[in-house]
């Protein structure tokens, strides 16, 4: 690491950066830069010394009109505070030279075989399960392809059970126009058998009426959540997908549908 000064620097204080979750978080923590009051740092040194930042973007090749980029950020006094850029043309700034750290640190990680999965915990209906899951801000090793693949038919097993405990949910397959049409366990069973990657999620809200036909829903926690989402991804490059929705049987829980 001796050639990557930014790297040996964070390594002297951050034993765990040269991970799936260590590299993810730094990621995270630069593009969140421009929004440090709504954002946990996992690396809160970096919003002082976010020169880092600036060696990370020229670990790789550079040309022109990179060095001219890096002396305009530089020379910024507010590009990577969290109240804004100036202009358009530092926003611009920002973006391209996160690309940049983003590509290099990605290089980085494919050079170590550093994987780009890591173990989701969630709880669903209060029955704990553990699946591998992408992280958002790194590439997949062709291992982890392997690996998230092989992992889809469990997810769905645990999909359906939770599902179908008492009481049962209501499936439904959303198309592309987002209309919900009720879909059966076996055809479940029958789309994840062409998915790549799995993933699930839930929703709950406490719904308050402003006005006429009017609902705000704040985001809440129950045991039994309204919607539990299953995302199934057929390809690797994340253009086809196929969302399955599975709705809490109690009507109540949307309470515009319900009739006067």
């Not at 809160?44 to 002396?71: H, K």
Request: charged share 20%.
């Amino acid at each position: 690491m001796s050639n990557l000064p930014a790297i040996s620097k964070l390594l002297q204080d951050n034993p765990d950066l040269l991970t799936t979750e260590g590299l993810s978080a730094l990621l995270h923590d630069c593009i969140c830069l421009k929004y440090a009051q709504h954002h946990r740092f996992t690396y809160p040194s970096l919003l002082a010394d976010n020169s880092i930042y600036l060696e990370l973007a020229q670990m790789g090749s550079s040309n022109v009109e990179d060095e001219a980029l890096i002396r305009r950020v530089m020379a910024s006094s507010k590009i990577w505070t969290a109240d804004g850029c100036e202009s358009q043309e530092e926003a611009a700034d920002f973006l391209v030279l996160f690309r940049k750290i983003r590509d290099n640190i990605h290089q980085l990680q494919q050079n170590l075989g550093i994987s780009g999965i890591s173990q989701r915990n969630i709880a669903q209906r209060d029955r704990l399960f553990s699946y591998p899951a992408a992280e958002d801000q790194l590439i997949l090793l062709e291992c982890d392809r392997t690996t998230l693949q092989n992992a889809v038919p469990e997810i769905i097993k645990y999909f359906l059970e939770i599902v179908q405990m008492s009481p049962a949910y209501n499936l439904f397959w959303v198309d592309e126009s987002e209309n919900k049409i009720p879909f059966t366990v076996t055809a479940v069973e029958n789309a994840a058998t062409s998915a790549v990657i799995a993933d699930i999620y839930s929703e709950s809200y406490h719904w308050e009426l402003t006005g006429a036909n009017s609902w705000h829903g704040k985001h809440a926690y129950k045991v039994d959540p309204d919607e539990i989402h299953l995302c199934l991804h057929l390809d690797w490059d994340d253009n086809k997908f196929i969302y399955i929705d599975a709705h809490h049987p109690d009507s109540s829980r949307w309470p515009w549908l319900i009739e006067n």
